[in-house]
Each structure stands twice: as structure tokens, then as C-alpha cells.
């Protein structure tokens, strides 16, 4: 028969099991939803990201007395009406390069073995070796030849076929955000007068209101850092004489919204378009290599400089979170993953008992001590 003292002991030995094991449930529970939600969780994510972006001009507007539903409508249509223009005009330069992008790598990677020194004698030998396989799998010349179909899907036609569910899904993003950009004061207002605590109400609200200035901010700031980052690529681009300079500055913006993966492709995709484009190893490098200074100037310099240290993220988080978005939700996800992690960290900063979560995703061991919160 045990004793109090040791039942106490044996129950304070099983709590933290039982505890890191309903977390790991919970993890893989949350996992495993997002997975499943992706098409509902997915356009509200991305109408919560451009409402935050389009939050400071509507209130701007506001301010001279147009209406809040007005002035969101008339934003998100200059967005899509700007949007659907850049898509026309690059949508079939991105094309012609999908479906010439095949005999470029074969290209590049000819002149990559022709610069190293042996490579023909190595070319000799393996040109030998399939005239042998040639001579052994000739076989009779009586039998009736495998007849093998091949389809030549084009890429561009791959590429492209999908615009017709973006589209859609486009639209009801830009919905979402005009509800999202309409409707959150007064939910807010809401939220005030159903808490019994006029006090807290009112901490709630400011809360809210500096999360959401801090988020907006970052926002802006990110998508102002990759828009000029872009535009100084096409510049590069355009400098050497490379084709459709703004397709690649579209493609060097949208990729830096993805840390590390983002730049790293950007970077190859210029390399192999300088190499074939100007016909030399050494000199068609080289608006990869500005790219790629660039890009690590925008990274250690000035987003450090504009954004400063609170808004950091451990970079082993920040690449696992980017694994696991990219994973679950594609090509969508690894684009959002870094301003929905940073908008995460910064909800968390404004909450005393989730300020602990905020220094272990953050790079600094100190939290951001001057955010508004609430009392736990």
C-alpha cells in the first residue's frame, strides 16, 4: 500500500508525460487540419494579408470622406485591374521560356562540361560506348520495330492551364479582403460592448489596434523591399540586354517573399537566361552574380536597418515553418509562411502569457517589452 507522499510523487512523475504527449497530439492534430482546410483556411489567409496591406490607404480615405466600403472597393479594383495587366503582359514571355527551357539547360550544361579540361576525351568515350549499345540491341532486322507514341506536352500549356481556378480563387480572395477591410471596426465595436469588463474591452481593442498597425507595417515594408528589389533586377537584366527584363523583376520579387529557397532560385533561373541569352560561361554569369549581391545587400543590410531586431525570426524556425507551409499548401504557402510566421510572433509579443513563444521564435532572447498587452 504506498503512502500519500509517494502517490503525490508518482503523480508529479506522470503529469509531464501526459503533457508532451497531448502536446504532440495536438501538433499533429493542427497538421493534419491544415492539410485538410487548405481550400477554406487558404483565401481567408490571403485576404487577411491583403487587408493588411490595403489597410493604411483605406483609412487614408477615410479620413477625406469617402466611404470605408467605397474606397476598399475602388482599391481592390485597381489591385486586380493592375494585376490582371501584369499577368497579360508577361504571361506569354513566361510561356515562350517554359517551353525553351529544356534546350536551355541542355545548353548550359554543354557549356559548363566544354570549359573543364579532358571533357572531350570523356565525350569520345561515352560517344563509343552508345555506338556499342547501338550494335547490341539492333537485334534482327525481320522483326517489327517497337513503335513507342510520344506526347510533347508543352510546359507553357501545363503552366497556364490552372489560370482559369485562379481565377476564381482570386476573386474570392479580393471578397474576403473587401468584407475583412469593411467589417473589422465593427466587430471590434462588437467585441466592446459584449465584454462586461468596460475596462478590458477597451485593453482588447487597444491590443488589437497595435497588433494590427505593427503587422500593416511589416507588411508594407516587406512588399516596398521586394518591389524595388524587383525592379532593380529588371534593371540588371535589362542592362546586360537580357529579354523581358520585367519578367524576371516579377519573378525576383514574388521569389524574395520565400527566405533562402526564393533567392537561391532566382539566382539559377538568371544564371541559365544570362548563359544562352549571351552566348558565354563567364560573362552570362554575371547578372546572376549582381542578382545575387543584391539580394544578400536586401537580406544583411537593409531589411535589417528598416524592419530592426524585433521583428527577427531564429532562422532553424523560420526554414522549418517554410518546409512545412511549402509542404502542406505549395507553392501559396512557402509565399506566405514568412509574413504569416512574423504576424504570429508579433500577436504573441502583445500577450504576456504567449511572450516566452515570442523569444523562442525570435532571434533575440528579449521580447518586445514595449508592445500594448493584456493582462494575463
Not at 176 to 204: I, W
Request: proline fraction near 6%; include cysteine.
Amino acid at each position: 500500500m504506498h503512502g500519500p507522499a509517494q502517490t503525490a510523487a508518482t503523480k508529479r512523475e506522470h503529469r509531464p508525460r501526459s503533457s508532451i504527449a497531448a502536446i504532440v497530439l495536438a501538433v499533429l492534430a493542427t497538421i493534419y487540419t491544415l492539410a485538410i482546410a487548405k481550400p477554406v483556411l487558404l483565401p481567408f489567409v490571403l485576404a487577411f494579408l491583403v487587408k493588411l496591406v490595403l489597410d493604411p490607404p483605406v483609412r487614408w480615405l477615410r479620413r477625406r470622406g469617402i466611404p470605408t466600403a467605397l474606397g476598399a472597393a475602388s482599391l481592390l479594383l485597381v489591385v486586380l485591374g493592375a494585376g490582371a495587366y501584369g499577368v497579360y503582359s508577361i504571361s506569354e514571355p513566361a510561356s515562350q521560356w517554359m517551353e525553351r527551357l529544356p534546350d536551355d539547360l541542355r545548353e548550359v550544361r554543354m557549356r559548363v562540361m566544354s570549359s573543364f579540361d579532358g571533357i572531350s576525351g570523356q565525350l569520345d568515350s561515352v560517344e563509343e560506348v552508345t555506338k556499342a549499345v547501338e550494335e547490341i540491341t539492333k537485334g534482327d532486322d525481320t522483326k517489327k520495330p517497337l513503335e513507342v507514341a510520344v506526347v510533347n506536352q508543352r510546359p507553357g500549356t501545363a503552366l497556364l492551364g490552372g489560370l482559369w481556378d485562379a481565377g476564381a480563387n482570386l476573386a474570392l480572395v479580393l471578397v474576403l479582403a473587401l468584407f475583412m477591410l469593411t467589417s473589422s471596426e465593427s466587430l471590434l465595436r462588437a467585441l466592446v460592448a459584449s465584454t462586461k469588463c468596460l475596462g478590458e474591452g477597451k485593453a482588447v481593442v487597444a491590443m488589437v489596434h497595435a497588433i494590427d498597425r505593427t503587422i500593416t507595417r511589416y507588411m508594407l515594408t516587406i512588399v516596398v523591399i521586394n518591389v524595388v528589389l524587383g525592379i532593380c533586377v529588371a534593371g540588371i537584366c535589362a542592362a546586360f540586354g537580357l529579354p523581358n527584363p520585367a519578367l524576371w523583376g516579377v519573378v525576383a520579387t514574388l521569389s524574395n517573399f520565400v527566405p533562402y529557397v526564393g533567392a537561391l532560385a532566382g539566382v539559377s533561373v538568371v544564371a541559365v537566361l544570362g548563359i544562352t541569352e549571351l552566348n558565354s560561361l563567364s560573362y552570362g554569369v554575371l547578372p546572376a552574380v549582381c542578382y545575387g549581391l543584391l539580394n544578400l545587400l536586401e537580406g544583411m543590410v537593409v531589411t535589417p536597418i528598416v524592419l530592426g531586431r524585433s521583428l527577427t525570426i531564429s532562422p532553424i524556425v523560420l526554414f522549418s515553418w517554410l518546409l512545412l507551409l511549402g509542404w502542406l499548401w505549395g507553392i501559396p504557402g512557402a509565399l506566405i509562411a514568412v509574413p504569416l510566421l512574423v504576424a504570429f510572433k508579433i500577436a504573441c509579443d502583445h500577450v504576456p502569457r504567449l511572450q516566452g513563444l515570442a523569444r523562442f521564435l525570435s532571434a533575440s532572447p528579449r521580447s518586445n517589452r514595449e508592445a500594448p498587452t493584456v493582462g494575463a
